[in-house]
């Protein structure tokens, strides 16, 4: 029994090597949504022929190889019809467009306000205010492109800031007030409904996404 669970477990390592020097697999981080369905099939598929004692090696080899040919015919497939491609790993979407945020797109991929900012941040990203575009790629990830004043100001080779940097706060979202976000800028109400007055906007129902930041002061988006 011992004997054959490692004959089985080195077939499958070398078959799953196999696998992905055909079907040119990427890195964990880029999968897309059927890359990662397909290596829990996989994984499962492997794991129950290794410690099954009536699955006979030919088994497993049989179902390495239906799986490698299944995968990479419909990769090839998806070569030859786009759309059937992008059935099956869907499509990017943008989440931001001309510094405004889409939150139709936001809603239809599930994505909450924290999860985007989280997004950006790991791009290098502090302020919404700052993004031109942002794709939201079928592997997960953001791309994402900066207003040209921003990109401009990234390419020139800067002295470190003499005054202290203060993290853009997020005050308004989806028409409700951050107080914890007031509070960490030591203002209250007043002053945001003030601020909202300078720029004609009175109700704070209508705001999709405010923001503060030293630089630029109070960005506001509001609902479509």
Request: with cysteine; aromatic share 6%; glycine share 8%.
């Amino acid at each position: 029994m011992i004997e054959m669970i490692a004959i089985k477990l080195t077939i499958a390592i070398v078959g799953l090597w196999v696998m992905t020097r055909l079907l040119g697999k990427k890195e964990i981080s880029q999968l897309t949504a059927f890359d990662f369905v397909s290596s829990l099939m996989l994984s499962e598929l492997v794991g129950n022929t290794i410690y099954d004692k009536d699955v006979k090696l030919g088994h497993l080899l049989f179902a390495l190889a239906l799986w490698t040919c299944l995968s990479l015919g419909l990769e090839k497939l998806s070569l030859l019809f786009p759309r059937l491609g992008r059935l099956a790993s869907g499509k990017p979407d943008l989440i931001i467009h001309n510094r405004k945020i889409l939150y139709g797109a936001m809603r239809r991929n599930n994505l909450d306000f924290d999860q985007l900012h989280a997004m950006l941040r790991q791009n290098g990203v502090f302020a919404l205010s700052q993004v031109e575009y942002a794709v939201l790629e079928t592997n997960g990830s953001l791309s994402v492109m900066l207003t040209s004043d921003v990109e401009d100001e990234t390419r020139k080779d800067l002295q470190p800031p003499s005054a202290e940097v203060v993290l853009p706060v997020a005050l308004i979202v989806n028409g409700r007030i951050d107080a914890e976000g007031l509070r960490d800028l030591g203002k209250d109400g007043g002053w945001l409904v003030g601020e909202m007055l300078n720029q004609g906007v009175e109700d704070v129902k209508k705001v999709l996404y405010a923001e503060w930041s030293n630089g630029d002061g109070l960005h506001i988006q509001l609902k479509t």
